[in-house]
């Protein structure tokens, strides 16, 4: 019914920079609350980043200033800007959408806690 399908990922260096997209693929309605998650080897799934509906957004205290969350509703699409990478930014970076409406036929339909595949991300020291 959707997919949340990341791209944007790969190899920089200590101090570079990477975009992450996460585009909602569906006959979507409307998105409620985003997320970026990551997961670093031998580690726990952490929250990196969120953003609501209306724009609000919130960030785990070892991102803040580095990295930026934004989305664009009409795309069904979510951003992570990612500046002053380091190399303990290196995980698979995941998206989440808490509410997916979904619309067919005349009809609605809630999807809950949506994940993306994920995308590696590796920054070399």
């Known amino acids: 019914q959707v997919q949340l399908v990341e791209s944007g990922g790969g190899l920089v260096q200590n101090g570079g920079s990477l975009r992450l997209s996460c585009v909602a693929v569906?006959?979507?309605?409307?998105?409620?609350?985003l997320e970026w998650y990551r997961q670093a080897p031998g580690k726990q799934r952490e929250l990196v980043a969120t953003?609501?509906?209306?724009?609000?957004?919130n960030y785990t205290d070892s991102v803040k200033g580095r990295f930026i969350i934004s989305r664009d509703n009409a795309k069904h699409t979510v951003y992570l800007q990612m500046n002053s990478l380091e190399p303990e930014d290196t995980a698979v970076y995941y998206c989440?959408?808490?509410?997916?409406?979904?619309?067919?036929?005349?009809?609605?339909?809630?999807?809950?806690?949506?994940w993306g595949h994920g995308i590696q991300v590796t920054v070399s020291s």
């Open positions: 989440h959408a808490d509410e997916i409406v979904l619309t067919h036929g005349g009809t609605w339909t809630r999807v809950y806690g949506a």
């Open positions: 569906g006959d979507i309605l409307s998105v409620n609350d």
């Open positions: 953003i609501s509906s209306g724009g609000r957004a």
